[in-house]
């Protein structure tokens, strides 16, 4: 349930911006003839309320796509994102007439959207995976030391290979085994990222 709700709330920001702005279409025109056509005209829902109520939406987007990539760590919805919020509060606040600003922002908010749900379904419900060069890898291990046994659960890294590890029981100072690119190749329940997406080594 709560991964459902935490993948979920950029949609959310991203559904009541545009639901916003299609039942205000005296506050955005270009969705004035799909309100008419659902025989809304000139009405209003929210009021002396919509620009607020459009502006948090944007912020519940951006929540969205901060937490999920928190768990994917793909960065693209948020390059995209993050842009398109300020376009359109630099709309509403600094531009003279800042309509295609914010026509630009609800767009790029649109795909960023687009681009995270693309990201949390690669991911999917795993708690220790990310996207690494395109596939999900995943980024917990257990390394074995061969000389006392000892198991010890370890985050990989994705920017660095660990060649060294030192045995948190014995603290023999593991190598990788010849072929091996680093420790948790040889000694690991998971291989290194690399490996993992298909790479030849870290």
Known sequence: MKNILTNNIDKLGTVGVFLTAIFSPCCFPIFAFGASALGLGSFEL??????WIFQAMVLVSLIGLYISYRKHRCTYP???????GFLIF???HFANDGTYFIYAGMFGLFVSTAINYYSNKLHGDCDTCTIYNGKKVELESTITCPKCGHKKTEMMPTNACEFFYECKGCKTRLRPLEGDCCVYCSYGTVKCPPIQAGDNCC
């Open 90 to 92: 630099y709309g509403y």
């Open 46 to 51: 929210f009021g002396g309320w919509t620009m």
């Open 78 to 84: 948020l390059i995209v994102g993050i842009p398109s």
